[in-house]
């Protein structure tokens, strides 16, 4: 079992940056890939942004490519999601996930995940 908390998440003015967080505890986070995905109410939950167990290799929606970066601290069983130059489109809940993994590979189906994290709001005005 993995546990997943997320912090970091705020209001901010359009062209701002946050910082999101997700401390995983429970079994080895390196064993695990880790995803960040969003839901925006009345839409479906959406890929973010993904990176492989050893942080090695990461994935990002169209829509967040070269404003976002994940990242993450096996060794603080941390992973991180920057976020600048935000825009109103932003707004959403923020999740995320975990799923074991043997290959050092990225997902970014949210089905393939078993773990999520309760998430967190970000709000972007204009």
């Known amino acids: 079992q993995v546990q997943l908390v997320e912090s970091g998440g705020g209001l901010v003015q359009a062209g701002g940056s946050l910082r999101l967080s997700c401390a995983a505890s429970?079994?080895?986070?390196?064993?695990?890939?880790m995803g960040w995905f969003r839901q925006a109410p009345g839409k479906e939950r959406e890929f973010v942004a993904a990176?492989?167990?050893?942080?090695?290799?990461?994935n990002y929606a169209v829509s967040v490519k070269g404003r976002f970066t994940i990242s993450r601290d096996n060794a603080k069983n941390e992973m991180s999601l920057q976020m600048n130059s935000l825009n109103p489109e932003d707004t959403a809940v923020y999740y995320c996930?975990?799923?074991?993994?043997?290959?050092?590979?990225?997902?970014?189906?949210?089905?393939?995940?078993?773990?999520w994290g309760q998430g967190t709001q970000v709000t972007v005005s204009s």
């Open positions: 996930a975990a799923v074991r993994s043997v290959a050092d590979s990225y997902y970014v189906m949210a089905r393939t995940y078993d773990y």
């Open positions: 429970g079994r080895a986070c390196s064993s695990h890939a």
């Open positions: 990176i492989t167990r050893r942080g090695g290799s990461t």
